[in-house]
């Protein structure tokens, strides 16, 4: 059956059965019937809102930035990774906040922040979208702040936020920064370290137990999708506000982890990762800062 | 006992032929008032050409190796047309070296830019098949391609490699559709290279099932698009009347057909048999099976490899249970019968493969699983229990046997049901039908919002964005009210959290197999997979599920979770289920005059259950109990057509409402079987249902296709105003198109139905014309002229 004639018949269905009666616009009926078969709530577009926080860099791309003070910039010693010594200024702590879990090239990243330690201070970076089409603009923003030998800092990046971004670039045919740059994930050495320890594994429950940190009025991680949609759509941005919160803790708990990983003692560094010889244990081991 | 009966029958029936001529002669000589008609294909000589001045060195040696000098005419035909820059449908029979047509240019294409390729098959073991051929001719030449498969039995690990190093990927449409479409940012690389999309079987790609891979092949043609490749297609298929056009419709694109094969055939025998008359009075014949059983164990004792086909998994586990009464009742030599049907494990189907290739059994009972290309090997005869409902399929079973150089024999047996009884006793009809064509309506509603709402995931869509014929806006407006898009501007985006491949299965509607767990033992061992839509029909409690003849006993269905337990059992006896369905009319589109009466084209609502079973006794058949069922209605909205006349028009015409009600039910059966032939649909996509006004129902049909039309379901419907009507539906959610061409051809129907029920050689009705008939009518005035009364009233 040819379009036409399925058009016909939806045609023939909304003029009752006279198949002779003239219809102004087929097109308008064919939605009105596919309206009935999806049972589509009627939805009224609002206006846009106001962006919770930052500065518009580009159409649609927010930037928000903080500094924390730190007198922290001795190497990050990683023996669990193939790159062992690594200079603070080269290590990217990043997460992204997505529009679920569903996986495929329908998911994407909203929101992208990253921690770099600059200038005796950790700086915090995000990148957030308040249209879709800010997309390629985000990406390419975020990659911009890499340099060639850039080392990734992630929890559970490895399997879930970098091969989403690299998705994302390939979709907006951009090069990949993931493609060429050393990228530690912390979930690794965290779960042999303390596997068991505690009921799980996931940042918060680590962060909490292992580091003492205490967050408030925390949106939890799955509940952003429905906060930015919830923007997007101009109903409301008060969680969109407390993604970037929590968005921003995340990456600021993963430098504190990466810190207190510098701290484990041999034989649970050992443990962690591959085999270390002394030789390439740190001349001094670094204290423990947590960062507020 | 019954068994020991059976084995003396079959011995004291051997032919003593040695050969299929032999085996034919005796046949003919013996059974001549059973064989309606008697044609012999002549053996076909086979026609070569060079190989193309542009393959190289290495392929022609890999071909060398496996003793190929020369190409098939109609290989070489595909090779040009593919240089050409054509897509090509290549449509030659079974065993006529076709994988090559596609073999040769896409291997060419691999080694000598690296190009990439991805191979399409309905089935798993289809894929399994050609990649063991690829490699191994791969070996044979050392011609360094890398081909894999690429289905749900992928391991995680595995996949990744495949994506990266596949040069010839595999695979299957649920997989395209469900996971390298949405994925298709991680085949990025494959795509980049993607030259050639080859589809085998594109015949079974009809109906529901063809138009969703066409709409799957729009997704994939849009991605391809993007990752700026656009791949040559190279399909295949059985014979069916339409290659070039089916093929088209499918890739939406301009195809070249190549039609003429160029491969040697030996002589074949096809006998059209129709079984005895046992009751000239009620037109009763001798089963089929009971005919198809005695052939095979001709054939067999003749030494003839042979296949018979059967019309359901229960009826090729009856078969292959009285073949192995006679054949494998000696356990301690090897088997020499073997049941093959879906449901079967990969593994146990694999091992059947084997034995039929290299001819360790000698017959095998099969379901229409077997008819497509899966590598058996040649076999020496043919038995098909039953019309299989179209021209097409029929040969494709017919041409499992067949060798290069020997005569084969193909038969086909009448069961009693009046398709059957019509193509029998029409040779004629039989020889010179073209095959079917293959309809898909990739434009229906629900499978187009279904693929748009799929592509919408794959990439954003634009505004004034054409999928397939369609301009998407509408569409896309409709989902961005449901959520799942978002509009900015002039692009929709994907915006939901789902994945929206996993809630659309391109092969039917309802998802989720059954497994089949024998507890007999102590331990759970699955056994089987049953898929969803025959779930009901054949895992209730109570039933007798058998695999490989062996009965187990269903003990508990699990229906949400999916499983049904069995025990091993020993019963004389199997069970078959008694169905009923539910017709309701929603909505009208179309109407017309049909003689006294009316004729609608429209929307149904159809419900159907699964009431209880009988239990039938091995051998005797005789009914010897009844169980009930309780599982939950299978729904269906759906297109149908249907006649109706008043009671006024009705009462004019007859004496007795009696008569006008048998009158009525046997019309009903004779249009529903021109429909068939028709549309030249199969039986299970046309339904049929008989009932008052705007709802209907009726027994469903049983193994055999006996339709019920008793006297107590009539009584149903004397309510206020009594209008019958007759309704014949498209057996596919959404309907696939069948109903609309039948509205238009509806007084050909009816002037066709009167023909064939006037024309019919029985007395009073027999199943061939009106239904099967009761004893007590042939005392009163003739079924068949009611029949036909009632047929001039819609006339």
Redesign the interface.
């Known amino acids: 059956?040819?379009?036409l004639?399925?058009k016909l018949?939806?045609l023939?269905?909304q003029a009752g059965?006279a198949?002779t009666k003239s219809v102004a616009s087929p097109?308008?009926d064919?939605?009105q019937?596919?309206?009935n078969?999806?049972?589509?709530?009627?939805?009224r577009r609002a206006q846009p809102l106001v962006a919770p926080a930052g500065t518009e860099v580009a159409a649609g791309v927010y930037f928000v930035e903080r500094r924390i003070n730190s007198t922290h910039t001795c190497d990050a010693w990683m023996p669990w990774g193939d790159l062992g010594h690594v200079a603070r200024d080269r290590l990217v702590c990043f997460d992204t906040e997505t529009?679920?879990?569903?996986?495929?090239?329908?998911?994407r990243a909203f929101m992208i922040g990253a921690l770099q330690w600059h200038d005796s201070s950790l700086l915090v970076r995000q990148l957030y979208l308040t249209?879709?089409?800010g997309e390629t603009a985000m990406l390419r923003i975020f990659a911009g702040w890499l340099a060639e030998d850039s080392v990734f800092i992630s929890y559970n990046g490895r399997s879930y936020d970098a091969?989403l971004l690299?998705?994302?670039y390939?979709?907006n045919r951009l090069p990949c920064p993931f493609a060429d740059r050393g990228h530690v994930d912390l979930l690794y050495p965290t779960r042999r370290a303390w596997r068991g320890v505690w009921e799980n594994c996931r940042l918060a429950t680590i962060e909490r137990n292992l580091l003492g940190i205490v967050r408030n009025d925390d949106l939890p991680g799955s509940e952003a999708?429905a906060a930015w949609?919830s923007f997007?759509?101009g109903h409301s941005a008060v969680n969109l506000r407390r993604v970037i919160a929590h968005n921003d803790q995340d990456v600021v708990t993963l430098a504190a982890l990466l810190d207190r990983l510098q701290i484990l003692p041999l034989e649970e560094s050992a443990l962690a990762g591959k085999q270390v010889r002394t030789a390439t244990l740190p001349a001094r081991t670094p204290k423990l800062e947590i960062y507020p | 006992m019954l068994a020991q009966t059976a084995l003396t029958t079959a011995q004291r029936s051997d032919l003593g032929a040695s050969s299929t001529d032999g085996l034919v002669g005796k046949l003919t000589e013996r059974y001549r008032d059973r064989i309606t008609g008697y044609f012999k294909i002549p053996a076909i000589a086979p026609r070569f050409s060079p190989f193309p001045p542009g393959m190289s060195e290495s392929l022609i040696d890999a071909l060398a190796a496996r003793g190929i000098s020369q190409l098939y005419s109609h290989q070489r035909e595909a090779w040009d047309a593919l240089a050409a820059g054509q897509n090509t449908v290549v449509v030659t029979p079974t065993a006529s070296g076709k994988s090559l047509c596609y073999h040769l240019p896409v291997i060419e294409a691999v080694r000598q830019s690296r190009a990439k390729a991805l191979y399409l098959f309905p089935t798993k073991a289809l894929a399994q098949d050609q990649v063991a051929e690829l490699l191994e001719f791969n070996r044979a030449g050392d011609l360094g391609v890398r081909a894999y498969t690429f289905d749900g039995d992928t391991p995680n690990d595995a996949r990744q490699a495949i994506r990266v190093h596949g040069d010839i990927v595999v695979s299957n449409p649920d997989m395209v559709h469900q996971a390298i479409l949405p994925h298709h940012t991680k085949w990025a690389q494959f795509f980049e290279g993607l030259r050639y999309i080859v589809i085998d079987e594109v015949h079974t790609y009809r109906g529901v099932f063809g138009s969703h891979l066409a709409n799957v092949l729009r997704r994939l043609k849009r991605i391809c698009a993007f990752y700026g490749v656009s791949p040559q297609f190279i399909l295949c298929s059985a014979t069916i009347g339409n290659p070039k056009q089916h093929a088209e419709a499918l890739i939406g694109a301009p195809v070249q057909a190549i039609t003429r094969s160029g491969a040697a055939s030996g002589e074949r025998h096809v006998l059209l048999w129709n079984p005895p008359v046992i009751n000239p009075d009620l037109g009763i014949r001798a089963s089929s099976r009971s005919q198809a059983t005695r052939l095979a164990r001709h054939a067999i004792r003749s030494k003839l490899k042979t296949i018979v086909f059967a019309q359901s998994r229960l009826m090729v586990e009856v078969i292959t249970k009285y073949l192995k009464d006679v054949f494998d009742h000696d356990p301690r030599k090897p088997e020499r019968i073997r049941a093959y049907r879906g449901g079967y494990l990969p593994t146990e189907r694999r091992e059947t493969e084997r034995a039929l290739r290299n001819g360790s059994i000698d017959g095998v009972v099969s379901t229409s699983a077997l008819e497509l290309g899966v590598d058996i090997g040649s076999l020496d005869v043919a038995i098909l229990n039953g019309y299989p409902g179209s021209i097409a399929a029929t040969w494709q079973r017919l041409g499992r046997a067949g060798r290069r150089q020997q005569p084969s024999l193909g038969v086909m047996i009448a069961s009693s049901n009046a398709l059957d009884q019509y193509v029998v006793r029409h040779p004629e009809f039989f020889q010179n039908a073209p095959p079917e064509t293959a309809r898909i309506a990739p434009d229906q509603l629900l499978i187009l919002l279904d693929h748009i709402r799929c592509a919408a995931f794959e990439l954003p869509f634009s505004a004034g964005e054409v999928f397939g014929e369609t301009v998407a806006d509408d569409f896309l407006d409709v989902l961005a009210e449901s959520g799942v898009l978002h509009r900015e501007g002039d692009r929709w985006d994907w915006i939901a959290d789902s994945y929206p491949a996993q809630a659309v299965s391109l092969r039917s509607v309802a998802d989720g197999n059954f497994v089949v767990v024998d507890r007999s033992d102590g331990k759970q061992v699955i056994i089987a997979e049953v898929d969803y839509s025959s779930a009901a029909l054949t895992l209730y409690e109570g039933a007798i599920y058998m695999v490989q003849s062996q009965p187990f006993q269903v003990e508990r269905l699990d229906w949400v979770g999916r499983k049904a337990f069995v025990s091993r059992t020993t019963v004389d006896y199997y069970t078959d289920s008694i169905d009923y369905t539910k017709l309701k009319v929603l909505e009208r589109f179309d109407g017309s005059n049909a003689g006294k009466g009316t004729c609608h084209h429209g929307e149904v609502h159809v419900v159907r259950r699964v009431s209880g079973y009988k239990k039938i006794r091995f051998y005797t058949h005789e009914n010897i109990g009844y169980g009930p069922v309780t599982l939950p209605d299978q729904e269906l909205q759906t297109t149908a057509v249907w006649w109706q006349l008043s009671q006024a028009a009705l009462a004019e015409a007859f004496t007795s409402k009696q008569d006008a009600l048998d009158g009525f039910l046997g019309a009903a059966y004779a249009l529903h079987t021109v429909a068939q032939v028709s549309v030249m649909a199969e039986g299970r996509d046309l339904q049929k249902a008989v009932g008052s006004g705007e709802t209907a129902s009726s027994s469903g049909y049983d193994q055999q296709g006996r339709g019920q039309w008793l006297a107590s379901e009539k009584a149903e419907s004397e309510d206020a105003v009594f209008s019958p009507t007759v309704h014949l539906y498209d057996n596919h959610p959404g309907g696939i198109g069948l109903s609309e061409p039948l509205f238009l051809r509806a007084a050909q129907l009816v002037n066709d139905a009167r023909e064939l029920v006037a024309r019919c050689e029985c007395k009073a009705g027999c199943p061939a014309c009106i239904g099967p008939i009761l004893a007590s009518d042939e005392d009163r005035r003739s079924p068949r002229g009611l029949a036909l009364g009632v047929l001039d009233l819609l006339a």
Request: hydrophobic share 40%; net charge positive; glycine share 12%.
């Open positions: 059956m040819s379009a004639a399925s018949r939806a023939q269905q059965s198949p097109t308008v064919i939605a019937r596919l309206r078969l999806v049972q589509g709530r009627e939805r529009t679920g879990l569903a996986g495929g090239v329908g998911t249209t879709i089409a091969p690299k998705g994302r390939r979709l999708p949609l997007l759509r």
